[in-house]
């Protein structure tokens, strides 16, 4: 079979790559590293814990990059069982085995032709089934189940995983040919408790969270925000968000999100306040004991959090690259931070959806 066309050049317009850039400087050094490669024909290798939008990161390569016409076909290694995996990626014939469809099933290699493949948790895998995926991305033929035919394939490889794949290659877990045909550009999304952008991130999930309800601002008390900042976050954005929604339901009439609001077990990932002090790397100490902040409450008509909003100490030639810019203060403490434009973080909620 002829394989798709993927050469068109990617449509002029707002990248979907930019929209992940909230002002972190580790995501900002992986869309940077990202977008030098679109287009080339490299494998992209994404690590990270689980929760930290890996699969949000394929989809936009994939809208930024020439295949964006092209199918994109995501499949996760870990939720499909080890004796179905098999005929999931590559496909069978009528017949090829008990319980087989009839006139058989295209595989997910097949699916993907023209476009883009993401192997979500690669690292799950069946060892037996890796030597199998190697030839597919060493031949770009496919040959599926009970069939003596092979399929010509034209598709873009993108996996990702929260497993150290080189330790499981010492175990004998993963194929170390495997691993080297794969990363050819390997980048690590930072987890929530690393990154400098959360009071961003808050803003954008309470924002969803206001148009999505009854439409009245939603607001963090100083010290649940407070709390946030300290917290581990082992499920990072998909433990924010559903948080979030979950608290946004059971606010009072004044729409604030405090304490009692949150769940028993989000106090289970919070350090002992006299064993570590809050975090430093996102939100520094005021220099006055004066200093007193307000709730963070979302105003949707302003675009941002009602706080301590002063303005930038930046000129104005510096102001035009920078939709808008915040000194927040909470709880004793203040961080100033230039937010994006706010279709830029809002990309990073709808995966939570």
Not at 118 to 138: A, N, S, T
Not at 218 to 245: C, D
Request: hydrophobic letters at 40%; glycine letters at 8%; proline letters at 6%.
């Amino acid at each position: 079979a002829a394989t798709a066309p993927a050469a068109q050049q990617p449509a002029a317009g707002l990248s979907r790559l930019n929209y992940l850039d909230t002002g972190d400087p580790q995501v900002a050094s992986v869309i940077a590293k990202v977008h030098k490669v679109l287009g080339k024909d490299i494998p992209i290798l994404i690590t990270g814990e689980t929760g930290t939008g890996k699969e949000l990161l394929a989809q936009a390569i994939h809208n930024d990059s020439p295949r964006r016409d092209g199918p994109f076909v995501a499949v996760n290694c870990a939720s499909i069982p080890e004796t179905l995996i098999e005929s999931e990626l590559f496909g069978y014939e009528e017949g090829a085995f008990t319980g087989a469809r009839r006139k058989g099933a295209i595989g997910k290699l097949l699916q993907a032709n023209g476009g883009t493949l993401f192997l979500d948790e690669i690292g799950d895998m069946p060892y037996p089934l890796q030597m199998r995926l190697l030839r597919v991305l060493q031949e770009r033929l496919v040959n599926p189940l009970g069939s003596t035919k092979t399929i010509a394939v034209d598709i873009s490889i993108i996996c990702a995983t929260h497993r150290d794949l080189r330790e499981m290659i010492a175990q004998n877990r993963f194929r170390e040919d495997l691993y080297y045909r794969l990363n050819g550009l390997v980048v690590r999304l930072p987890p929530l408790r690393d990154r400098t952008d959360l009071a961003i991130v808050v803003q954008k999930m309470l924002q969803r969270e206001t148009f999505a309800g009854a439409g009245r601002p939603l607001s963090v008390a100083p010290e649940v925000m407070a709390l946030f900042v300290r917290s581990s976050w082992p499920g990072n954005f998909r433990q924010l968000g559903n948080l979030l929604r979950t608290a946004a339901a059971m606010v009072d009439d004044d729409g604030e999100i405090r304490r009692e609001h949150l769940p028993d077990d989000f106090f289970d990932d919070l350090p002992d306040d006299d064993a570590q002090p809050a975090r430093t790397s996102r939100i520094s100490p005021i220099g006055s004991s004066r200093s007193r902040a307000r709730s963070w409450r979302y105003n949707g008509k302003n675009g941002g959090f009602i706080a301590s909003m002063n303005s930038c100490p930046a000129s104005r030639a510096a102001r035009s690259t920078v939709s808008s810019c915040a000194a927040f203060s909470v709880a004793g403490f203040s961080h100033s931070t230039a937010l994006p434009a706010a279709s830029a973080a809002s990309a990073y909620c709808a995966w939570l959806s």
